[in-house]
């Protein structure tokens, strides 16, 4: 258990001294732009899912 405890310490003094981390704006920036971006492509493959189920449906319409 004192092998754990020890590993956990040691992993946030690297984090806090040896990591070089984004600065906060960039970081928030980013963010933004990720967000758009996944926003933008979830709607892109909705309306491609959209269009493939009614031409499936419409291609099972006129079989029946």
Excluded: C, H
Excluded at 5 to 34: D, G, H, M
Excluded at 40 to 59: C, E, M, N, P, Q
């Amino acid at each position: 258990m004192a092998g754990i405890v020890t590993y956990i310490k040691e992993s946030f003094e690297e984090l806090k001294n040896n990591v070089s981390w984004t600065p906060w704006p960039e970081a928030q920036r980013l963010t933004v732009i990720v967000a758009v971006f996944s926003i933008i492509f979830s709607l892109a493959i909705w309306g491609v899912d959209t269009v493939f189920s009614r031409a499936v449906k419409a291609y099972f319409g006129f079989i029946n």
